[in-house]
T-cell receptor, first 114, second 114 residues
Framework: NAGVTQTPKFQVLKTGQSMTLQCAQD?????MSWYRQDPGMGLRLIHY???????DQGEVPNGYNVSRSTTEDFPLRLLSAAPSQTSVYFC?????????????FGPGTRLTVL | AQTVTQSQPEMSVQEAETVTLSCTYD???????LFWYKQPPSRQMILVIR??????QNATENRFSVNFQKAAKSFSLKISDSQLGDAAMYFC???????????FGAGTILRVKS
């Protein structure tokens, strides 16, 4: 299994540009999430999904959109990039069962918005 | 809202010695999970250990163990026989049962001296 994969690994955008961060998992996990990591703040939840067709907002959703058309994929869209969105982005997935609910993380995407 | 606090921004330990990282959390839930994640310079998030709140027995994984004090809402990580490869950022995280939303602390940087 490849686990959770993210592309790209690095990205530089100009203010106002849009882009999509890709996330895929091959573990047949129902739960998927997006987090951002900023210095001194740990990881914060942006959006999450409990299954195909179901998404919800996390702690810091503004400026981001998500969709979940398949179990495997959970892309994150930045509609109009701002310097405040400079961060490291992590996608994660989880089986979502009581006995196994730890999250498995992708390698992250470092995004810089100029 | 749930919060997780890691009061030690940085810790140092001599190789082969033991170190304890602190974590406290706040929640009104009675059934939840707690995790310690390790983030080395590669930035990959690696699950170190997890604890289910309904289990009184402290979790252990090889050289890693926790001291879970439910009444005090405390969840510390003990690393025994520290190795150079243990040097990393360590995050404490909380997830309520059935949830998909990890809440992270700000992290503790662990340095291991040879």
């Amino acid at each position: 299994n490849a686990g959770v994969t993210q592309t790209p690994k690095f990205q530089v955008l100009k203010t106002g540009q849009s882009m999509t961060l890709q996330c895929a998992q091959d573990m047949n996990h129902e739960y998927m999430s997006w987090y951002r990591q900023d210095p001194g703040m740990g990881l914060r939840l942006i959006h999450y999904s409990v299954g195909a067709g179901i998404t919800d907002q996390g702690e810091v959703p503004n400026g981001y959109n998500v969709s979940r058309s398949t179990t495997e994929d959970f892309p994150l869209r930045l509609l109009s990039a701002a310097p405040s969105q400079t961060s490291v982005y992590f996608c994660a997935s989880s089986p979502g069962t009581r006995s196994r609910n730890e999250q498995f993380f992708g390698p992250g995407t470092r995004l810089t918005v100029l | 809202a749930q919060t997780v606090t890691q009061s030690q921004p940085e810790m140092s330990v001599q190789e082969a010695e033991t170190v304890t990282l602190s974590c406290t959390y706040d929640t009104s839930e009675s059934d939840y999970y707690l995790f310690w994640y390790k983030q080395p310079p590669s930035r990959q998030m690696i699950l170190v250990i997890r604890q289910e709140a309904y289990k009184q027995q402290n979790a252990t994984e090889n050289r890693f163990s926790v001291n879970f004090q439910k009444a005090a809402k405390s969840f510390s990580l003990k690393i025994s026989d520290s190795q150079l490869g243990d040097a990393a950022m360590y995050f404490c995280a909380y997830n309520f049962w059935g949830g998909n939303k990890l809440v992270f602390g700000a992290g503790t940087i662990l340095r291991v001296k040879s």
